[in-house]
């Protein structure tokens, strides 16, 4: 009998115990489901929302020509890097906003350069980063041979994403009716007649912006170098082909008044793009930023077809003529950037599939993982009818010889106000000639100090 009791007694102590433990964690799992758990390896549920990498992206196409909608894109794709789209003008304004802003430390994660002297500038100054340290991204073989001439000492400081050319747009209906066909290969001297033909009341018979000027010399001289330069190493500029240049222009203006003189161009700062497509001057020198106006028939109305011409060499016989053209719209990452790592996946990405929306400003995307026919359709959707497309795209995916300057952004410069003396007849031609390559070489002596 005293055995039966002790059993009991045991019994009970047993159960009471289990009471406990069971309440205890019956109490410990309610506590753990009111609250969060900051252990290491909580419920992800559970876990504090970590705020997105917000990322600044430079460029100088109009947000609403499509590089908004490409950030838009990637903005839904990426909720945990957000880019922010900011415009700057590509003029030299522009420009000194962008470089203040990155030497001020505003946040700039990425910019645009539209020209290497700009580019090789802000490497200089620190402010873009090499390249060199990402290794997924092979820039030479998405881009091709051509991407090389971006390269800064042998690094590249940015990702060239288009292909582009400058090029010269024409009115096809005032062609027919003076019964000219689209160029093909011409010179200046031709360019001249057709402007002499073209010209009429009201109507210039080609116009173009300062830079223009220099694509002719430019593309006489970039076959023996980049640079500019003889192979020994002195100015190329004095030569038959820049004082040609500067004169069939310098004719232009005040022979033949077929092309708006330099100090009214300077003075009235005329939108050229919206002249060509109102039927103020016959012909537009440009590139295909025009494809932004010229694709805008609801705020640029016109009835008239556009045909596209190469740009005009100097003389018919020259068989070493390099197009002004190649890879373009190079997109850097600022050396002082919080977020490298997300502007390079960006970059990535914008490069081969993302910057399609631009396809329809005229923007060739000049990755070879992009697919070229749904660049070409976005460019002429709906818009067929009112192009020569047969000239456009002979132009625009021909086989022209391209290559870009190299020249320094002093000497650049330096050159403009040469270009306005020659086109106000302060100076001849000739004195013009000589005079770009004095400064050239004394450009080129004060680099070798």
Known sequence: MKRKNSIYVGAITLFTVASVLITGCSSQTEKSLQTPSTSPTGSATTAPKKDPVKLT????????????????????????????????????????????????????????????????????AGNALDLSSFKDYNIDDKMGSGAAIWKKDGKYYGVPTKKGLSFVWLNKDMLDAKGLPVPTNWSLDDMRDYANKLKGDKVWGVAESDYYFTVPINGSLLKQSLLMTKPDNTSAFDNPFTLKTLQVYSDMMFKDKSIMPHTEQITSKPALDQMFVKGETAMLFSTEQIFRTTNNLKDFPRKFKVAAAPAPSVTKDQTDYMYNGGLGDVLTINSKSKYKDEAWQFIKWYADEGMLPLAKGGRVP?????????????????????????????????????????????????????????????????????????????NLKAAKK
């Open 57 to 124: 992206m430079w460029g100088a196409v109009p947000a609403e020509s499509g590089p908004q909608t490409a950030v838009d894109n990637w903005n839904k794709l990426h909720p945990e890097i957000q880019v922010e789209y900011v415009r700057f003008v590509n003029d030299d304004a522009g420009n000194l906003k962008l470089d203040t802003a990155l030497v001020s430390g505003q946040q700039v994660d990425m910019y645009m350069n539209y020209a290497f002297n700009t580019l090789e500038k802000r490497v200089m």
């Open 366 to 442: 000049s990755s070879k993982d992009f697919k070229a026919d749904q660049a070409v359709k976005a460019m002429f959707e709906g818009v067929e009818d009112t192009y020569d497309l047969e000239s456009v795209k002979r132009v625009m995916f021909g086989s022209l010889p391209l290559s870009l300057t190299q020249l320094d952004a002093k000497t650049s410069s330096d050159f403009q106000p040469v270009y306005d003396k020659v086109f106000t007849q302060k100076i001849t031609p000739e004195e013009g000639s000589k005079e770009l390559a004095r400064i050239h070489n004394d």
